[in-house]
C-alpha cells in the first residue's frame, strides 16, 4: 500500500510518495511555479508588487499545479495502489471562494482541465499569503479588540501578526468591500487545496488555524471576539477547525477517474508546511527541535505542555495534536540568495566562501533584512552592516548565514528552548557549510533529512497514520524518516565562546537599528 503526501510550498508544489509497509521513499516530483507555469507571472511563487508589503498568489496556480503534478504522476507511480493522500502549504495565505466553488466541486467532470472547470470561483483574483506585510493597522485594531498583544498571544497562541490571516480577512473586507460581499468562504492554501481532492468544502485543520490569530487555541474553536474584530458575519465562511487526522472523505470520483486513482482512496485535511514538516523530521517526543531552511527560515520544537513564547513567538498545533513553538523569519533563502547573486557565485562558490572565512567573521556582522522581516519586526526593508564592506564577498556569505542563526540562537534563548540536537530541513539543508555554521552558532549536532522537502513527507506519514490500522507516529518515524536522516554533524566546541560573543553583539547591533528607526 501507498501513500502521498502533498506540499504547496511558497515556490513549489511537491509530492511524495512512501511505501507504508517497507518504509521506502519510492517517487519524489517538484513542480517550479515560475518555471513550470510563467503564464501567472510569478518571482519565487508570488506576484511582483510596486508596494513591497503586498505580496500575493493566483490561487489558480495552485490548482494548474495541482492538475498537472497528479495528472504526470502515473508515469512512475502505480497511483491506483495509493490508498489515502495528505497535504500541507504555505502557512497563513487565504484564498477568497465565491458561493459557487461549492457547486463546482460537485459538479467536477474527469476529462477538463480543473483550472478551466474552476475559473469563476474566486472572489478575489489573488490570495495574500504569509510574505505579505500591509497589514499593520488591522493588527493593531485586533489587539485592541481582545485586550492587547499578551492577551490575543494568550487566547490564540501569537499576537497580531501582519501574515495572520485575521488580520489579511480584516484588511480585505475593509479595503475591497465588494470583494468581501461576493465572499461566501475563506480557505487557507491549505484548506483550499484539500477541497479539490475531496470534492467538497474541506476545513481548516487546528496546525494551520492557530496560524489566523482566530482561534482560541485552547478549546481549539473559533473565538468569536476575534471574528468580530476582523469582519461582520466572518464565522459561516471560515467552517470549523477539524483535527489534523479527519479524513475528509474519497477523492473526488473526477479526479480518481483523471489521474487513475481508486475510488476509495481517502482525503486526509492538510496542514501547514511547518507542522507537516515537524512529522517529515521524526519530531513526534517533548523537546524534539527543527530548523526549516526554505524561502522562509524557521525554528520549531515540539512539547506537549504549552510553552510560554516571548512576543514574537507563536504557539500552533503539530499534527499528532502536541504544542509547537515557532519563529518564523521571512529573510531566508531569498536573503542567501541575494548575497549569493550580488557577488555572482553558485552554491558551490558560496560554501566556498565559508570554509574561508573564520568562524564569528572577525567581528564583521549583518542585520539581513533585505525584505521586511517578521523576527523582529521590520516593516522597511534594509540591509545594515557593520564593519562590512558589501565589496568583501567571503565576509558577505558568512555575515549573512551567521546573522540568521544567530537571531534564531536569541528567539530559542528567549523562549527557554536548549536544544541537544536540531533537525534541519529546506533546500539550504542539503549544504553542508551553511549547517555546520547552524552548529557551531547552537553548539548542538544537526541532522539533516535525505528527503529535501520533509513537508510532503510528513504529509504521506499523515496519510498513512489516518489509514483505519495505521501504523502509529513512532512506528511511522522508525520505518520512514530514520533511514533517510544524514549523519549528524558536529558543533566545534572550540567556537563556542566566538558564538556567545557575536550573539550579544548582534543583539545590540539589532536593538540599536530598531530604536533608530522608531
Ligand atoms: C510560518 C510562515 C512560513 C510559511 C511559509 O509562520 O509564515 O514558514 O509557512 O513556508
Redesign the pocket.
Known amino acids: 500500500m501507498l501513500a502521498l503526501g502533498l506540499d504547496a510550498?511558497?515556490q513549489s508544489l511537491t509530492a511524495v510518495v512512501i511505501d507504508i509497509d517497507s518504509g521506502a521513499v519510492v517517487h519524489q516530483r517538484q513542480l517550479n511555479y515560475d518555471r513550470d507555469l510563467p503564464q501567472y507571472g510569478t518571482r519565487h511563487g508570488v506576484l511582483p508588487h510596486p508596494d513591497p508589503a503586498i505580496v500575493h498568489a493566483p490561487p489558480l496556480m495552485w490548482v494548474e499545479a495541482l492538475d498537472r503534478l497528479l495528472g504526470a504522476l502515473g508515469d512512475s507511480v502505480d497511483v491506483a495502489r495509493i490508498a489515502a493522500i495528505a497535504g500541507s502549504a504555505?502557512?497563513?495565505g487565504s484564498v477568497y471562494l465565491r458561493a459557487c466553488f461549492a457547486e463546482r466541486l460537485a459538479a467536477l467532470r474527469p476529462e477538463r482541465p480543473l483550472v478551466e472547470q474552476l475559473a469563476d470561483v474566486c472572489a478575489r483574483p489573488t490570495a495574500p499569503v504569509?510574505l505579505d506585510s500591509s497589514t499593520a493597522e488591522d493588527c493593531r485594531a485586533l489587539d485592541a479588540a481582545l485586550g492587547g498583544p499578551a492577551e490575543t498571544q494568550r487566547i490564540t497562541g501569537s499576537a497580531a501578526y501582519e501574515?495572520f490571516t485575521g488580520p489579511q480577512i480584516r484588511r480585505c473586507a475593509r479595503c475591497e468591500p465588494e470583494v468581501w460581499a461576493q465572499t461566501a468562504h475563506v480557505r487557507l492554501v491549505s484548506s483550499f487545496l484539500a477541497s479539490l481532492l475531496a470534492g467538497r468544502l474541506a476545513d481548516t485543520d487546528w496546525g494551520d488555524a492557530s496560524?489566523m490569530n482566530l482561534m482560541d487555541l485552547e478549546r481549539k474553536q473559533w473565538h468569536p471576539p476575534a471574528l468580530a474584530a476582523c469582519a461582520a458575519d466572518l464565522a459561516p465562511r471560515l467552517g470549523e477547525p477539524i483535527a489534523p487526522w479527519t479524513v475528509l472523505g474519497p477523492i473526488a470520483p473526477a479526479l480518481a477517474a483523471r489521474y487513475g486513482f481508486a475510488r476509495d482512496c481517502r482525503i486526509v485535511a492538510w496542514t501547514?508546511?511547518?507542522p507537516a514538516s515537524s512529522i517529515g523530521l521524526g519530531l513526534v517526543r517533548d523537546g524534539h527541535c527543527a530548523i526549516?531552511l526554505?524561502?522562509?527560515d524557521?525554528l520549531f520544537a515540539i512539547s506537549s505542555r504549552r510553552p510560554s513564547m516571548p512576543p514574537a513567538g507563536?504557539v500552533f498545533i503539530s499534527p499528532t495534536g502536541a504544542y509547537m513553538a515557532?519563529f518564523?523569519f521571512a529573510n531566508g533563502s531569498l536573503a542567501r540568495e541575494a548575497v549569493r547573486d550580488a557577488h555572482h557565485l553558485d552554491w558551490a562558490g558560496f560554501s566556498a566562501a565559508l570554509a574561508r572565512t573564520p568562524p564569528g567573521n572577525a567581528g564583521r556582522l549583518m542585520l539581513p533584512w533585505f525584505r521586511p522581516e517578521i523576527v523582529p519586526k521590520v516593516l522597511r526593508a534594509g540591509v545594515v552592516r557593520a564593519n562590512l564592506s558589501p565589496g568583501d564577498t567571503d565576509a558577505d556569505c558568512r555575515a549573512v548565514v551567521e546573522a540568521q542563526f544567530t537571531s534564531m540562537r536569541l528567539r530559542a534563548e528567549a523562549a527557554g528552548l536548549q536544544p541537544t540536537l536540531l533537525h534541519a530541513t529546506g533546500g539550504a539543508a542539503q549544504n553542508a557549510a551553511i549547517l555546520q555554521v547552524a552548529a557551531d552558532v547552537f553548539q548542538c549536532p544537526v541532522r539533516r533529512s535525505q528527503v529535501t522537502n520533509t513537508a510532503a513527507l510528513g504529509a504521506a506519514l499523515r496519510a498513512a497514520q489516518a489509514l483505519p490500522n495505521g501504523p502509529g507516529w513512532d512506528e511511522l518515524v522508525a520505518r520512514v524518516v530514520e533511514p533517510q536522516l544524514a549523519a549528524p554533524i558536529a558543533p566545534r566546541r572550540d567556537t563556542a565562546e566566538i558564538y556567545r560573543r557575536l550573539a550579544q553583539q548582534y543583539a545590540e547591533l539589532e536593538a540599536r537599528e530598531l530604536a533608530a528607526r522608531r
Open positions: 510550498s511558497t504555505q502557512q497563513h504569509w501574515r496560524g501547514g508546511d511547518n526549516s526554505g524561502t522562509s524557521v507563536h515557532l518564523c
